[in-house]
């Protein structure tokens, strides 16, 4: 009779977790059967009750999947090297124009024969006027303009 086995030798709490204990250490139903006093099929219907049938050992030994992608990380280092990119788009138009240097004083103008090496070049004035035309004569590092006209040079038929 089928039904015998369940009254001889009951299913006790002990023999189910054996029964787990067994499942999860690989045994086969016929090994673990025979260490409880089971049948190989009684052990297999039992397994199903529990849920541990399907080849899903890792439900019981607590093991996550290893082959996940690791997610937040993932996304996180997208998101940092995102802004990166940004910044690095971005540097250049933050610096903004060049300010624009102080216009040198005016007594530092010159005429043509007291230009030197280092003195700007700049044109001051009406050329066709004897008196009122003179050069920038400020100090440069940079001739043949200073600073302020080189700026000015730079701009010509821009905007002014
Ligand atoms: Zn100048």
């Not at 086995?5 to 999860?24: C, G, L, S």
């Not at 280092?77 to 995102?82: K, M, P, Q």
Request: net charge positive.
């Amino acid at each position: 009779m089928a039904g015998n086995e369940y009254w001889v030798n009951p299913w006790t709490d002990e023999r189910i977790e054996q029964a787990k204990e067994a499942f999860a250490a690989g045994k086969s139903a016929k090994e673990t059967g025979d260490e409880i006093g089971k049948t190989r099929n009684s052990v297999i219907s039992k397994w199903h009750r529990l849920g541990l049938c399907g080849g899903e050992r890792r439900l019981i030994t607590g093991q996550r999947p290893k082959n996940r992608p690791a997610r937040p990380e993932f996304l996180v280092a997208n998101i940092l090297e995102r802004r990166k990119r940004n910044q690095e788009a971005n540097g250049p138009r933050k610096r903004g124009p060049k300010p624009i240097p102080a216009e040198p004083d005016s007594g530092s103008r010159c005429s043509l024969m007291e230009l030197t090496a280092d003195t700007c070049r700049w044109p001051i004035g009406d050329i066709t006027e004897r008196d009122g035309f003179s050069f920038c004569g400020a100090y440069t590092s940079e001739p043949p303009y200073c600073e302020f006209h080189q700026a000015r040079a730079y701009n010509r038929g821009g905007s002014q």
